[in-house]
């Protein structure tokens, strides 16, 4: 089965840390472009982090540059979103995104609440 599924959410002080994972299972991950999306209550969904087909090129919303750090391990078939320096405006709903062969492909999404 296609799916990819993310962890690693959970509630964090401002100033923490938490890492996500996305684990594709039914396809190889390294021959994607992955990308972390995140959706808050009442605000659209946005893009916060791609990275490129075999780890190369990486791009970051301005809002968490030099915060978050978007990395890939082909060899778990994974990728993974590192974050740090959380701030409350930061939580929102985490979700992995992968396009394969022009279809959208989703996770279920990992809740990340940052709140002292």
């Known amino acids: 089965q296609v799916q990819l599924v993310e962890s690693g959410g959970g509630l964090v002080q401002p100033g923490g840390s938490l890492r996500l994972s996305c684990v594709a299972s039914?396809?190889?991950?390294?021959?994607?472009?992955g990308r972390w999306y995140r959706q808050a209550p009442g605000k659209e969904r946005e893009l916060v982090a791609y990275?490129?087909?075999?780890?190369?090129?990486?791009t970051y919303a301005d809002s968490v540059k030099g915060r978050f750090t978007i990395s890939r391990d082909n060899a778990k078939n994974t990728v993974s979103l590192q974050m740090n320096s959380l701030k409350p405006e930061d939580s929102a709903v985490y979700y992995c995104?992968?396009?394969?062969?022009?279809?959208?492909?989703w996770g279920q999404g990992t809740q990340v609440t940052v709140s002292s």
């Open positions: 995104h992968v396009i394969r062969y022009s279809l959208d492909l």
């Open positions: 039914g396809f190889m991950l390294s021959m994607h472009a």
């Open positions: 990275i490129g087909i075999n780890g190369v090129g990486t």
